[in-house]
C-alpha cells in the first residue's frame, strides 16, 4: 500500500468511475441538500478523521468511512449481500477473475464500457488513481483506498468526517458516480439513480453494522 502522501490533483473526472448496466431502482448502475435530509444523517463518532494512517495505508477505514464505501457499493450494484465477489464485478453484472491489474474488459450492455470493480472504476480513473496512491494491484484494499482517494478530491471525505452522510455529500459525489442522486435527485449522467432517502436508510444501517464490528473487536477486511 502506499507510503507516501501526495498532493491531491484539481480537477473533475470527465466520467463517472464506472457504471454496470441501466436498471431498475435495485440494479447495478453507472455512475437536496434540504434539511430533513441533513438531520437524517448519522453524525461520525469523535473528531474528524484525518486521511493519514499510522499503519501505512493512506486512509484509514473507520466504521463510518466502511459504511459510505459499502453505501456506494450498493448504490453501484456491487454490494451483493456484502459478498466481497463485488470487487470482481464488471459493469453488466459478469465476473472476472484476477486482481492482479484492473481488467480492462469492454462490456456492451445499453452502454459500452470498461468499468470494473466494488467501485466500478474505468480504466483511466483507476490508472490515475493507482498512480497516485502507489497501488500495485486490483485487490479489495487498493480498491477501498482508490474509492477515497475519489471521495476526497471531490472534495467529500472531509465534509463526511465532520457530518456523516447527507444530501449533500451525495451530490458532491455524484460526478464520480453516476448511481448517486445530484442535489435535483437525478443523476448527474441521466442515468438511473438512487434516492437520497434510500441510501441514508442503508448507510444508517450498515453503520450500525459495522460499529456492532468494531466493538467487538473484529474488522470486516474484504476477502477475494
Sequence with gaps: MLLLSLPLVAGAVPLPSGSLAPREAAMPSERHGQRSNEAASLPAAGPRVQPRSEE???YRITPERRALLN???FAEGTWLGGSAEGYRTLYGGGQFTSLERHPEITVRRGYVRAAAG????L???WEAAASRLGLDDFGPEAQDQAALHLIEKRGALQRFDRGGLCAEVLARLAPEWASLPTHGGGSYYGQPVKGVEELLA???QELERQRDIARSGQSETAQA
Design 123 to 125: 480504466p483511466d480513473t
Design 71 to 73: 453505501t456506494i457499493r
Design 118 to 121: 466494488a467501485y466500478q472504476f
Design 202 to 204: 442503508f448507510y444508517r
Design 56 to 58: 501505512g495505508s493512506p
